[in-house]
């Protein structure tokens, strides 16, 4: 059913909202792929924080326009599906590479960074990026590990004047 062009420029306005807010961009080719299927992908989508979208290419082209994932018009070929991080860089490569493991007609075809575009093959590295939650972990964990060192290091000299004291008793009762 073709769009009307109210329509075709309501696609444009919601997919350019989007794509002013968003980190990451990943495309796919979802050819082959069941409505089951899709509305499996849409409803994990939603859950993970990405927005995902499946519209025509020249709709898809003026949207980005202006935007970080400009870069991505010109390889815009295919019925392709539209997957965009909304809150974590990370979230719509992790959603594509899981999806497109088990089901092997989503193939990933382009993935856009801080307006740079890459190819499938980058989707892993991208995937692999640690949440919001994980990254804060990670740099509390860094930023106390040179603390816990310190102290451990200033009780040291008394924990071993301690066992030292405790070895001499036990050889005195020994003996």
């Known amino acids: 059913m073709a769009l ?3 329509q075709k420029k309501a696609v444009v306005a919601e997919v350019a909202e989007v794509a002013k807010s968003a980190h990451s961009a ?5 050819r082959g792929i069941t409505v089951g299927q899709m509305t499996d992908l849409r409803s994990k989508a939603r859950k993970e924080g990405v927005y995902l979208k499946v519209a025509k290419n020249t709709l898809v082209r003026r949207a980005v326009e ?6 991505m018009s010109e390889q815009l070929t295919g019925p392709l599906l539209f997957a965009f991080s909304i809150e974590d860089p990370g979230a719509a490569a992790r959603l594509v590479k899981s999806f497109a493991k088990e ?16 190819g499938e093959s980058e989707l ?9 939650d994980q990254a804060i ?9 040179p ?3 310190f102290v451990r290091t200033l009780a040291e000299p008394h ?10 008793r036990d050889s005195k009762q020994a003996a």
Do not use: H, W
């Open 4 to 6: 009307t062009l109210e």
């Open 26 to 30: 990943v495309a796919a080719e979802y």
């Open 66 to 71: 202006g935007t970080d994932f400009e870069c």
């Open 103 to 118: 089901n092997d007609r989503l193939i990933p075809k382009l993935v856009s960074v801080g307006a740079q575009l890459y």
């Open 124 to 132: 892993e590295r991208l995937s692999s990026l640690p949440t919001r």
């Open 137 to 145: 972990a990670i740099l509390m964990g860094v930023m106390k590990a």
């Open 147 to 149: 603390i816990e060192k």
């Open 159 to 168: 924990a071993k004047l301690v066992r030292t004291v405790a070895a001499v």
